[in-house]
């Protein structure tokens, strides 16, 4: 939490800069602000990952389950990375079925696991593809998958993307950066829940990641914290 001090300021500053509230900037000035507050929100989020996976680590992550209602949940989270999206022109779609039910979660942390799933798929997925956030019931169940049409993951290697600070090591994945640890969160966070993230992919085709959530009418404990 000593890292967000600093960089508040910095991001005030930038900020002020970026809207002219200090004084005019040229172009050039402005394209520089602009670099300087892109990675100021990437080191943002950075920062967020790892303060979230010490939160893990040491067990202190603990559940805060309400009612939900997820087509809302991922609306939000679409919404929330469609600037991105819209920078490589990739499309992003949410398939629903007719009548999907609430479900009883964490809304805080299934929101952020739909936002970095989607954040993942864009950072993997070509200018000019797809992304489809899709809903669907199976017995008391409500199916989340992301899917994307994106580079995919060699079937062998799988599992490796769910380990914490680790990427594959390949020139693709390399130059996204990150500290690897979005998908070792989303694992935990599911499973603190109660179920499993799964990954179905076709290298050089795209990537689905899948989970489940309970819906209302199912009786649900409470899960206990990591």
């Known amino acids: ?6 960089l508040t300021h910095l991001k005030g500053y930038l900020e002020l800069l970026a809207n002219g509230e200090i004084g005019p900037l040229s172009d050039e000035q402005q394209n520089a602000v602009a670099v300087m507050l892109r990675s100021e929100m ?11 996976f010490s939160l893990v680590a040491r067990g202190e992550m603990s559940l805060n389950t309400s009612q939900v209602n997820l087509s809302d949940l991922a ?9 991105k999206a819209r920078n490589k022109n990739i499309s992003i779609e949410i398939h629903r079925a007719d009548h999907i039910p609430d479900v009883i979660v964490d809304d805080e942390k299934i929101g952020w696991v739909l936002a970095q799933l989607l954040d993942n798929a864009i950072k993997f997925t070509p ?3 797809h992304v489809v956030v899709s809903l669907i019931t199976e017995m008391d ?3 989340v998958s992301v899917t ?3 580079i995919g993951i060699p079937p062998e290697r799988s599992e490796e993307i769910f380990l914490a600070f680790h990427q594959l090591d390949s020139s693709s994945t390399r130059q996204q950066g990150g500290t690897g640890l979005g998908l070792a969160l989303v694992r935990r966070i599911i499973e603190a829940h109660g179920f499993e993230i799964e990954v179905q992919s076709t290298e050089g085709k795209g ?3 899948s989970f489940s959530l ?3 009418h199912q009786n649900v404990t409470e899960q206990p914290s990591l």
């Open 75 to 83: 609306r939000a989270a679409v919404l929330q990375i469609e600037p």
């Open 214 to 216: 309970p819906g209302v």
């Open 207 to 209: 990537a689905s990641f």
């Open 141 to 143: 169940l409500v199916k």
């Open 127 to 129: 200018t000019g593809g």
């Open 148 to 150: 994307d049409n994106g």
């Open 42 to 52: 990437r080191l943002e989020r950075l920062i967020d990952d790892l303060i979230q």
């Open 1 to 6: 939490h000593e890292l967000r001090t600093p």
